[in-house]
């Protein structure tokens, strides 16, 4: 049985990767619960390949109908009967290409700060002991638990009083006073660290900050992209904030974008409904989200996975 | 002199400490506190700076005028919250918000721990099937919205095409004020990835030896999901419950994109859809009604308490239910 018992912790021989943080490998050969034999494990991956089309069908719809000309949006064919290409009529109808110009560097530079400005934080409470680090922590973790719209006003009305309303600078600035719950994430992680390595570091002379940045930073990559990517999301699937705070369509991000087009050319905007090209513009919504899921899979998951972990 | 004195004193609270190592201490204190500096200014000036000031706001008449300069902020005492119980939108916008997650946190829970439990049982093809299932949660919320609305439309969805071949006729999900509401879950619940992938993390963490033993004394599957799986599962399950909870509760993005907007901003949007953070949000920055501000922050109080009060019952609850595997040493 002591094989069995490790359960998920640690690379399951898989050759899935050598990631040092516990990994959640399901694809390890092991034996079956109690009862499960040949046929009932057919009789399963049925049941999920069945239920698979229902997760992915959406997909294939939306792409599909993206290659559809409008009298055929709603055929509900899988594959087009006749061929259009909307996208060019996209780009055309809005400015989709600075959308997504604005989404990247915004997203980009946003996730950055957030990832550096915690780690900062979270290296604090992991590793000083300092007077009031419980208390603080604790206020860290109840920030937590704050609906965004108890603070959402008057943080409007600080950057209305900055003149900064109708600009960027509300998307990304905020970004650099970390966030509570990366921050309780990658303390986790600088505290898996074993803290010989500091005490030895700080023998050799080492300042505080070398040791955060020498010896914490890279081996708490990991946790680092975790919180990297999880950002990239978050502000890519942001249309509040943007909401709230630009104005100018040359200023907004994609979803407030793609919100638009649906205004503009849904059937709310008084015309017949231009759902071929909604369609469109939403396949350049979602599209970048899979390939940053296709390179990054491992660290979504296993950053979910250590999340309810926690719990 | 006196700076020694003092570390000091409070030295032996954690070491024996010589004066060496006090003078370092005081120098890790320093710089702890300039590591944690980024944080604490964003918390005063951008979370516990605006809680005052909204909690301020929600006692005056603060709203358009004001940010206009034509009109000194006046305090209006409870006015905001007396106004929270007689405006029916308020009512609404409860109602709705709280149907919507009684639907959605057991469905998300129960889809979630069903396809978790059945990827269990498939070997290696589990990855791939993990990964197809996570797919959705991957979507943007306003991508969402829009599949929700051309998929789910009452004529010309595919939904309601599929759901004719079996010879059930399909409701007008996104017009008719019944179907919205499920509309809106049926696609919550299909980003269930994430819970999906929590339950299958805790699923492999509970010990074989457990289902061996209960088998050995004849418990049957259901026995043995009851009586093993549930009890060591459900710290993730609780989990899980609070994190549902608050987002439906403060679900905002679905419903605003497929329903509210400039396009529909008169009083077309549908009284179904009107999520209590949308309310929230139009009261505060569409409406421009005079005093709005200060009503949208009495709102968000109200909000901040309900959620307060549901994770305190939870928590409390829970004491009861949640067995951590810790407590049996």
Do not use: C
Not at chain 2, 33 to 60: C, D, E, R
Not at chain 2, 65 to 86: P, S, W
Not at chain 2, 117 to 136: D, E
């Amino acid at each position: 049985m002591s094989v069995g018992a490790q359960g998920g912790l640690g690379p399951a021989g898989t050759g899935a990767g050598t990631a040092p943080i516990p990994q959640v490998v399901v694809s390890a050969p092991r034996r079956l619960p109690r009862g499960v034999g040949r046929f009932k494990q057919a009789i399963f991956v049925a049941l999920v390949l069945g239920l698979s089309v229902l997760f992915v069908y959406p997909f294939l719809w939306l792409v599909s109908a993206s290659f559809k000309p409008q009298s055929d949006t709603f055929d509900n064919r899988l594959i087009p009967n006749v061929w259009a290409w909307n996208y060019d009529r996209v780009f055309e109808i809005a400015p989709v290409a600075t959308w997504l110009f604005n989404t990247v560097w915004i997203a980009g530079l946003g996730a950055l700060l957030t990832t550096f400005s915690s780690a900062i934080v979270a290296f604090a409470f992991a590793y000083f002991r300092f007077p009031g680090r419980g208390l603080l922590f604790a206020l860290v973790l109840a920030t937590m638990m704050l609906p965004p719209q108890v603070t959402m006003i008057p943080t409007y009305l600080i950057w209305n009083e900055l003149g900064l309303v109708n600009t960027q600078y509300p998307l990304w600035v905020p970004q650099m006073f970390g966030s509570a719950f990366y921050i309780f994430l990658q303390r986790q992680f600088f505290l898996g660290i074993p803290r010989e390595l500091f005490e030895a570091a700080r023998i050799d002379g080492d300042s505080y900050w070398t040791m955060f940045w020498r010896i914490a930073v890279p081996l708490a990559k990991p946790a680092l992209i975790v919180t990297f990517i999880f950002e990239i999301q978050a502000k890519w699937f942001d249309l509040m904030t943007p909401l709230i705070y630009l104005r100018d369509a040359a200023l907004f991000t994609l979803p407030l974008g793609i919100k638009s087009v649906l205004d503009q050319f849904g059937q709310g905007g008084g015309g017949e409904g231009e759902y071929h090209v909604i369609i469109a513009a939403t396949v350049i919504l979602t599209v970048p989200m899979i390939i940053i899921f296709a390179i990054f899979q491992r660290y979504f998951i296993e950053g979910i996975a250590t999340q309810g972990r926690k719990g | 002199m006196a700076s020694i004195a003092s570390t000091a004193a409070r030295g032996p609270r954690k070491r024996a400490s010589g004066g060496l190592l006090s003078r370092f201490r005081e120098r890790e204190t320093w710089w702890a506190y300039g590591f944690i500096s980024p944080w604490a200014f964003g918390f005063l000036a951008l979370t516990l700076g605006p809680m005052v000031a909204s909690l301020y706001f929600s006692f005056t008449d603060y709203g358009i005028e004001q940010i206009a300069g034509f009109k000194a902020t006046e305090y209006v005492g409870a006015a905001n919250y007396r106004q929270l119980m007689d405006d029916p939108k308020v009512a609404t916008a409860l109602l709705n918000t709280l149907t919507y997650t009684i639907m959605m946190v057991p469905a998300t829970m129960a889809v979630a721990l069903g396809l978790a439990m059945v990827l269990l049982r498939i070997g290696r093809a589990s990855g791939f099937f993990r990964t197809v299932f996570y797919l959705p949660q991957m979507t943007p919320p306003v991508a969402v919205a829009i599949l929700l609305l051309l998929m789910f439309n009452g004529s010309t969805g595919i939904v309601n095409e599929g759901l004719g071949l079996l010879h059930i006729p399909g409701p007008f999900w996104t017009s008719d004020p019944t179907w919205i509401k499920p509309g809106l879950v049926i696609m919550s619940v299909w980003s269930v990835g994430g819970t999906m992938v929590i339950y299958l993390a805790a699923l492999r963490a509970v010990p074989r030896q457990l289902y061996e033993a209960a088998a050995m004394d004849g418990a049957k599957p259901w026995r043995r999901f009851r009586n093993v799986t549930l009890p060591m599962i459900s710290p993730a399950l609780f989990f899980t419950f609070i994190i549902l909870t608050i987002a439906g509760i403060t679900n905002f993005t679905e419903a605003f994109t497929a329903y509210f907007g400039p396009g529909q901003a008169g009083a077309e949007a549908p009284e179904a859809a009107l999520m209590y953070t949308i309310y929230l949000f139009r009261q505060a920055f569409e409406f421009g009604a005079p005093g709005g501000m200060g009503f949208a922050s009495a709102m968000a109080w109200l909000l901040f308490v309900i959620i307060m009060i549901v994770t305190l019952v939870n928590v409390v609850v829970s004491r009861r239910f949640v067995f951590y595997q810790g407590e049996t040493k």
